[in-house]
């Protein structure tokens, strides 16, 4: 079973920059493919991005290609979610979530894609 857990989410004004991280429990981590959600309220779950099982591929949602970044640290177990230019259209809970495939050929945008998920960390922009 695998675990994760977010950490660095927070309230901020508009313009400013956060760092999400995700620290994950599973000995495959560093041939896992990682993604990052996010929902809003009464929003249904959307993409944000994903990065391949060895960091050398990504894919982003169209609406935050550009100010987000993620990166991983297979030393550490850790995916990180670089979010820059916040928008409060960007406030909502966000998730990393696990490919349950081991070293899967493609990055996954659907949810169902995706086997483990953390509890989620809220990030607010005020505007």
């Known amino acids: 079973q695998v675990q994760l857990v977010e950490s660095g989410g927070g309230l901020l004004q508009a313009g400013g920059s956060l760092r999400l991280s995700c620290t994950s429990s599973g000995r495959t981590f560093s041939r896992s493919n990682m993604g990052w959600f996010r929902q809003a309220p009464g929003k249904e779950r959307e993409f944000v991005g994903a990065?391949?099982?060895?960091?050398?591929?990504?894919k982003y949602a169209d609406s935050v290609k550009g100010r987000f970044t993620i990166s991983r640290d297979n030393a550490k177990n850790e995916v990180y979610l670089q979010m820059n230019s916040l928008k409060p259209e960007d406030t909502a809970h966000y998730y990393c979530?696990?490919?349950?495939?081991?070293?899967?050929?493609?990055?996954?945008?659907?949810?169902?894609?995706?086997?483990?998920w953390g509890q989620g960390a809220l990030v607010t922009v005020s505007s």
């Open positions: 979530a696990a490919d349950g495939r081991l070293s899967g050929p493609t990055l996954t945008t659907q949810p169902n894609g995706y086997s483990y």
């Open positions: 990065i391949g099982w060895s960091g050398g591929v990504t």
